[in-house]
């Protein structure tokens, strides 16, 4: 099934009219799988399935913990099924993470790790020989951004512009909330928009599909790092079962082909970190305090305009 259409089917079925009780939540058991919903990303394959079964396999078959995987509809899906308790487990990016934490609270269960990194960048791409040097020459230009929930290719963005003393609801000429990465690159590529925000791990994916041409766009800034998007677990779940997946996620790449260890996005990664600092996760956020809610209504508002 292509992703598209798994993500319209599956967020019916998991996002159900009403709210569950802490008491509906899974135990892992074949006959109630934990249920996993992440937020919509630029994954390495069509199915799902394709890069993340390996990893959750794995770990039903070494620990006995049993898994139903599905894509959210939005950012927003994702937070609302964890906090109406009729998600177990969710993957969400660091803006949602603390969206969600603030909401109903979240436990961290890991994030993924690659050559000993646990972070990435958000960046802000513009077409090479525009002109656009400084994020100051952005004023009176056209740009496209992700979904606002997007901590990437949304909020570090925004938050960037507001610290070089740009407005971007009062001084960029036009806005596309286009929302995703891929989304937001592809208007760039197709000459709708001057700049985009995105991650560079979609950049990278963007070149290498063909759909952006390194040759013809360059990166205008780079963020501070960022920490991998994490997984959540649902503070309902009992402590043993929290005690047995951080155990899990933390030795899965110890007991499967580590070839198919796979992270945030589908991307290839060495292993996951059920230790990380969570910490550092609020730290990140707090650079975002600029992006209000009236900044995103504001922004919003002026994408609406033709």
């Known amino acids: ?21 802490a008491s509906d939540l899974s135990d892992g058991s074949k006959e109630h799988p934990l249920r996993v919903l992440m937020v919509p990303a630029d994954t390495g394959s069509n199915d799902i399935t394709q890069d993340y079964a390996p990893v959750f396999n794995g770990i039903t078959k070494n620990y006995g913990i049993h898994f139903d995987i599905k894509a959210g509809s939005s950012y927003a899906a994702v937070v609302e099924g964890m906090c109406n308790n009729q998600v177990d487990i969710a993957w969400f990016g660091a803006s949602t993470y603390g969206e969600a934490n603030t909401k109903c609270g979240v436990d961290l269960l890991a994030v993924d790790v690659k050559k000993g990194n646990s972070s990435y960048y958000s960046g802000i791409f513009v077409r090479k020989g525009a002109g656009i040097k400084s994020l100051k020459d952005l004023i009176g230009k056209s740009m496209a951004f992700g979904s606002t929930s997007s901590t ?21 000429k036009r806005i596309i909330i286009a929302g995703s990465h891929s989304a937001s690159l592809a208007a760039l590529s197709a000459g709708k928009v001057d700049a985009a925000a995105a991650s560079y791990n979609s950049f990278g994916k963007a070149v290498k599909k063909g759909a952006i041409d390194p040759s013809k766009f360059e990166a205008l800034t ?85």
């Open 1 to 21: 099934m292509k992703i598209k259409n798994l993500i319209a089917v599956c967020i019916a079925a998991t996002l159900l009219t009403g709210t569950a009780s």
């Open 152 to 172: 990437s290719s949304f909020n570090f963005p925004v938050a960037m512009m507001i610290a070089a003393g740009v407005n971007p609801p009062k001084d960029l």
């Open 222 to 306: 780079k963020s501070q790092p960022i920490p991998n998007p994490p997984l959540a677990m649902n503070k309902g779940l009992s402590a043993d079962l929290k005690k047995k997946l951080r155990t899990a996620f933390n030795n899965i790449h110890t007991l499967i082909d580590p070839s198919k260890i796979r992270g945030y996005g589908g991307k290839k990664v060495d292993r996951y970190d059920a230790n990380f600092d969570e910490q550092k996760i609020f730290d990140a956020l707090a650079k975002l305090g600029a992006v209000t809610k009236a900044v995103k209504e504001d922004m919003i508002t002026k994408a609406g305009q033709r």
